[in-house]
């Protein structure tokens, strides 16, 4: 069973929020599939990549896994998150194409559950965009999941 971490040192990051959205998009997406998702939160996340090195060493086996960024605006990368993901990508730790961006409609369905389909347009602003980047999210999940399993197969036939 594939399984997901969202990690951060810091709270207010958006874990609790990406997790929810993902969760509600891939059910969302499963419902007609018979596929259940199972979502997690236990916000313990303060050394969680070196976490998965030392399992990595301890198992004899690569544990996949991928950082997703938060952003507050859509159109602009800061400095400083630029060399943030400068670093990770030179010690070879995977970062997601795309990001979860902060929006009012995100916030929505955490407070008051569904998916942002299920949302109003009359009570809640800026859905569409909501709908697409919740979308652009677990489309590039279920792509690592799908890759991370293929890579597992391949090592397993040698």
Do not use: H
């Not at 609790?16 to 996340?45: F, M, N």
């Not at 159109?75 to 961006?101: E, H, N, Q, W, Y």
């Amino acid at each position: 069973m594939p399984v997901i971490v969202f990690a951060s040192s810091k709270g207010g990051a958006g874990k609790t929020t990406a997790c929810v959205i993902l969760a509600a998009e891939l059910a969302r997406q499963g419902k007609d599939k018979g596929i259940d998702i199972s979502l997690i939160d236990a916000d313990e996340a303060a050394r969680t990549i070196n976490l998965i090195r030392r399992q990595e060493k301890a198992l004899q086996r690569k544990i996949s896994y991928s950082v997703l960024f938060t952003r507050t605006n859509p159109a602009l990368i800061p400095r400083t998150l630029k060399a943030i993901m400068g670093d990770f990508k030179k010690v070879g730790i995977d970062i997601f194409r795309c990001s979860l961006t902060d929006r009012e409609a995100f916030r929505a369905v955490r407070s008051f559950g569904g998916t942002v389909n299920d949302l109003s347009p009359q009570e809640v602003s800026g859905i569409e965009k909501a709908v697409i980047n919740a979308k652009e999210y677990a489309e590039e999940v279920k792509r690592k999941l799908k890759d991370s399993i293929e890579e597992v197969r391949r090592s397993a036939n040698g």
